[in-house]
């Protein structure tokens, strides 16, 4: 694995970030922002930044009006994007879209694109994807999902409540995963106006980075055609695994980003403020926790570095993607959690934008799954199989 970059990374990367710090992050206090995140008026201007600066939806393939990027590069890019909060929201790379859009080229018919991936790809429409459901339905255990997609003649009708669906309100479409009358998963794509999709209410949510926040969906007799099955019949956990691992790591990723930037507030604050006769960096207290997060943040970035490169070599990264994705939660949380130690009574106010990272990032242990989940599902594996193919 060659850690250099080459010139033309090197150029992304310096222009994201000057694309992120010159023109994102002034919009971080803009008024256009509720409890759940972004507005839509606000993402569409930022959006249009990013568009004039050459870098929305970077990551999709130059057919459909990305940059192609593989996944080291996404791995440089997005981190660079969420330095802001807003960054993944103006470049398109924000989850739930960017996990779909990556879902929909790898499976998605033809006509599918065209309808569904090619408008959400040039940041005209978002979407959403359900697939957790209230108890007894899937949560981290998707076999036990209770959403159903039971034959109508040659279409389906889909019967079901999701919640905790990132973006659902405001969301043009939905990817929704229901079971079979024999067991099977399917994915199904729909419209969001479609008659039978009703968005019940928004959660009440620690985060605000999210357009649309986090909804529940009831699904009453919707009626799907065949022609939106999402991939093949019956493989939806199968199909699921495409959109994962990968999912997984840019949520890394992105938050890497959030954590460097709570690490650089902290600096620049321990450098200036002084108690006990020197500045507060000189202490060795503070600066202990300086240089652990500095550890936490290299043995994050090396974990995707290197998961994205297997995932570059076409490795299914299952294992990989478990263990970033628990490597990355806890130490990110580790960083940010110090910076607002080090900021004291700062850290716990809006003097800066430390405390949304510390309140936004808390879910990240557990969305994409828990990180007991991961570790559980880890451990499977090694017994089951030492090459861990």
């Not at 909060?85 to 790898?106: F, K, Q, R, V, Y």
């Not at 607002?340 to 809006?350: A, F, K, Y």
Request: net charge negative.
């Amino acid at each position: 694995m060659d850690f250099s970059l080459t010139p033309k990374l090197e150029e992304l990367r310096d222009r994201t970030r000057s694309f992120i710090r010159d023109q994102v992050i002034p919009f971080e206090k803009d008024l256009r922002q509720n409890e759940h995140g972004p507005g839509e008026d606000l993402r569409k201007e930022l959006m249009e930044l990013a568009r004039k600066a050459g870098l929305l939806t970077p990551h999709a393939s130059v057919e459909m009006g990305g940059l192609g990027l593989s996944h080291i590069e996404k791995a440089i890019v997005f981190e660079e994007a969420g330095y802001s909060s807003l960054g993944p929201t103006a470049m398109n790379i924000h989850a739930p879209d960017e996990g779909n859009i990556h879902l929909l080229e790898e499976i998605a018919s033809p006509e599918q694109k065209e309808r569904w991936l090619r408008p959400l790809v040039a940041g005209k429409i978002r979407s959403c994807f359900a697939m957790t459901e209230p108890a007894p339905g899937a949560g981290s255990d998707p076999s036990m999902l209770m959403t159903t997609a039971i034959k109508d003649g040659e279409d389906y009708l889909i019967n079901g409540q999701k919640w905790f669906i990132t973006g659902a309100d405001g969301a043009d479409f939905v990817i929704i995963m229901a079971r079979g009358e024999d067991g099977s998963a399917t994915m199904f794509l729909s419209d969001m106006n479609a008659p039978g999709i009703e968005l019940v209410r928004n959660m009440d949510a620690m985060d605000s980075c999210f357009v649309g926040g986090h909804g529940v969906l009831q699904f009453t007799n919707l009626h799907v055609s065949s022609k939106q099955i999402l991939g093949e019949l019956g493989k939806g956990f199968k199909n699921a695994q495409v959109r994962l691992a990968p999912a997984r790591l840019t949520h890394c990723m992105r938050w890497l980003g959030q954590a460097q930037r709570a690490q650089d507030i902290a600096i620049a604050y321990v450098k200036k403020r002084e108690a006990f006769g020197k500045i507060l960096g000189e202490h060795e207290g503070v600066g202990f926790m300086l240089a652990d997060n500095d550890m936490d943040l290299q043995t994050s970035r090396l974990n995707i570095w290197h998961t994205a490169w297997l995932l570059d070599q076409g490795e299914r990264c299952n294992f990989e993607s478990s263990r970033a994705k628990v490597i990355c939660s806890e130490a990110e949380w580790r960083v940010v959690d110090r910076c607002v130690q080090m900021l004291g009574g700062q850290g716990v106010t809006g003097e800066t934008v430390l405390m949304k990272i510390f309140k936004d990032m808390r879910g990240f242990r557990i969305y994409d799954g828990p990180s007991e989940v991961h570790r559980w599902s880890m451990a499977r594996k090694m017994i089951a199989n030492k090459e861990l193919k």
